[in-house]
């Protein structure tokens, strides 16, 4: 696998639509082989009873995520905050949307600024085929407060080449989807 570089980047952007919504930022003047992502929503556990069960003779596991409260949501000429607190667990989605084709594997890193900060953003791969928003995992594994900007970067998106083929996301989570708030057969 070899990295796509940014002038590639910026080309499937503007010709196939690989990511919407990004900042003027991102498409006049990015950094490296990403593109930076921005905090779009911030949501908050309300109440528990997740649970993922492991596949069995009936087909494939149930699942149950939890129950989320959304603390703040990036709109566009506002300048809203959101104070993340010690030792709190929040779920986090971008602005942007990616629309990953079949030959393009998304990864997700976090930006600098956040774990300076106590912030551990969890991450993870995409698989071809995914479309929609981000969901992410956030912490604040610092003793304080830290304040958020809906807006701001959170994290860089780099896209490796696939070799050989790959099979399409069709999963649940297709579009951003923040919960699992009933119980469903996992796919």
């Excluded at 993340?84 to 929040?90: E, L, Q, S, V």
């Excluded at 698989?127 to 594994?141: A, I």
Aim: with cysteine.
């Amino acid at each position: 696998m070899s990295v796509l570089g940014i002038n590639d980047v910026l080309r499937r952007v503007r010709d196939e639509r690989l990511i919407t919504d990004l900042s003027p930022r991102e498409l006049d003047n990015p950094e490296g082989v990403g593109l930076d992502l921005r905090l779009g929503q911030v949501h908050t556990i309300a109440s528990g009873g997740a649970f993922i069960e492991a596949d069995g003779e009936e087909g494939l596991g149930m699942r149950k995520g939890v129950q989320t409260k959304q603390l703040g949501e990036w709109r566009e000429g506002t300048s809203d905050w959101v104070d993340i607190d010690p030792g709190h667990y929040y779920l986090v989605r971008t602005i942007e949307s990616i629309n990953t084709p079949m030959d393009l594997m998304p990864m997700i890193y976090t930006r600098g600024s956040l774990f300076k900060a106590g912030l551990l953003l969890l991450t993870n791969k995409g698989d071809p085929g995914y479309c929609g928003p981000l969901v992410f995992g956030l912490k604040n594994l610092s003793d304080f407060p830290v304040r958020l900007q809906l807006g701001a970067r959170i994290c860089n998106i780099v896209f490796f080449k696939i070799e050989g083929s790959a099979t399409t996301y069709r999963g649940q989570h297709q579009g951003g989807r923040v919960a699992i708030r009933k119980q469903e057969r996992q796919v």
